[in-house]
């Protein structure tokens, strides 16, 4: 199984991230999968436009926008299952992941039939597999931690993936047993989707 890691975590700040975002990768090579990371912090990733507002607007495979987010749409396409990996702290600062998840459209061409008010997708446009969220929060974070993950289910389904149980956790009580947990999450993300 192919996997695609989208690391949105500010690694300086974020050590314990992660530690259990190698601890959850660790599970899914350990159960054989094939895991490509990408450092989101590292790239140059706008925010969308709204291309898709304007009248004009064609869909093409990749997005007006030239920055790094159009090497990005073919890892997408072929990979399997798709992990996102961010913190939430106080200042519910994840523009990163945001910017990232607004910039996604391309990867979803709807089809627009003349004789019928539907939306149809061809079967090259469904991109089966699994998603998941690993998240971690400070403290007075968890309500917005649960908004991310709740978004992230919401994104699943409109790219037909299978949406399996998030794992939240607050960075202060990460310990050896939770590692150890995320990463046998791992191993069963990579073998039948779920933890």
Request: aromatic letters at 10%; charged letters at 25%.
């Amino acid at each position: 199984m192919k996997v695609l890691v989208l690391d949105c975590i500010n690694s300086i700040d974020y050590i314990e991230t992660q530690k259990a975002l190698g601890k959850f990768i660790d599970g899914i090579n350990t159960a054989g999968g094939d895991v490509t990371r990408i450092n989101v912090n590292d790239l140059d990733i706008k925010p969308c436009f709204s291309c898709t507002s304007q009248s004009s607007f064609e869909y093409d495979e990749k997005c007006r926008c030239e920055d790094d987010m159009n090497k990005l749409y073919p890892l997408f396409r072929e990979s399997q299952s798709w992990i996102f990996a961010t913190h939430v702290n106080s200042n519910n600062s994840v523009d990163y992941l945001k910017n990232l998840l607004d910039r996604m459209e391309p990867l979803f061409q709807p089809i627009y039939l003349l004789d019928s008010t539907s939306v149809t997708l061809p079967p090259d446009n469904k991109i089966d597999g699994r998603m998941i969220l690993l998240c971690s929060y400070d403290k007075d974070s968890e309500n917005s931690a649960k908004k991310i993950s709740d978004y992230i289910d919401s994104i699943s389904m409109l790219f037909s993936k299978v949406s399996i149980e998030n794992i939240l956790f607050d960075v202060v009580e990460l310990d050896p047993k939770k590692l150890e947990l995320i990463f046998s999450a791992g191993i069963s993300f990579a073998e039948n989707g779920t933890n």
